[in-house]
C-alpha cells in the first residue's frame, strides 16, 4: 500500500490499525485578491453561490489535504482516520486558514476470519 488511505471513521473497513503515530495536520492560509472580492460584490447583488469564494475554496481544501498526507507520509503512516477540515478567519477577516487534521496511523488488511 504506497498510497495513504484518509477517512473520516475512526476506522477503516477491511483493516487492522496495528500502531498510532498520533495528531497530524495539513493547513493553507489563503487571502482574497482584489479581483475575487469585485467578482463576490457583483455575484452577491444577485443572490445565490458565490462562484469565485467556492473555487479558490475547493483549491485550498485540496491543498490543506495534500498536506495533510504528505505529513502523514514523513511520520511513517500509510492511513489517517479521524480526518476532519476547519477554517477560521484571521487577520480582520482579509485571509482564511483552511486546515485538515486526523491521526496518523499504520494500518493492514484485516485477517480473514472462517
Same mark, same amino acid.
Given at each position: 500500500? @504506497?498510497? =495513504? +488511505?484518509? =477517512? &473520516? *471513521?475512526?476506522?477503516?473497513?477491511g483493516y487492522e490499525i496495528v500502531k498510532v503515530l498520533g495528531p497530524v495536520h495539513g493547513l493553507t492560509v489563503r487571502t482574497?485578491? #482584489?479581483?475575487?472580492?469585485?467578482?463576490? @460584490?457583483?455575484?452577491?447583488?444577485?443572490?445565490?453561490? #458565490? &462562484?469565485? %469564494? *467556492? %473555487?479558490?475554496?475547493?483549491?485550498?481544501? !485540496?491543498?490543506?489535504? /495534500?498536506?495533510? =498526507?504528505?505529513? $502523514?507520509?514523513?511520520?511513517?503512516?500509510? $492511513?489517517?482516520?479521524?480526518?476532519?477540515?476547519? &477554517? @477560521? /478567519?484571521?487577520?480582520?477577516? *482579509?485571509? &482564511? #486558514?483552511?486546515? $485538515? %487534521?486526523? *491521526?496518523? #496511523? +499504520? $494500518? !493492514?488488511?484485516?485477517?480473514?476470519?472462517?
Open positions: 500500500m @504506497s498510497e =495513504v +488511505i484518509v =477517512v &473520516t *471513521t475512526p476506522g477503516i473497513p482574497r485578491g #482584489v479581483g475575487g472580492k469585485i467578482v463576490a @460584490s457583483i455575484e452577491g447583488i444577485f443572490g445565490g453561490e #458565490v &462562484t469565485a %469564494y *467556492t %473555487y479558490e475554496c475547493e483549491k485550498a481544501r !485540496k491543498e490543506s489535504l /495534500d498536506r495533510l =498526507v504528505e505529513n $502523514a507520509k514523513k511520520m511513517g503512516a500509510n $492511513a489517517v482516520v479521524g480526518a476532519d477540515f476547519e &477554517t @477560521s /478567519d484571521i487577520l480582520q477577516g *482579509t485571509a &482564511t #486558514v483552511f486546515a $485538515a %487534521y486526523g *491521526t496518523a #496511523v +499504520i $494500518a !493492514k488488511p484485516a485477517e480473514k476470519k472462517e
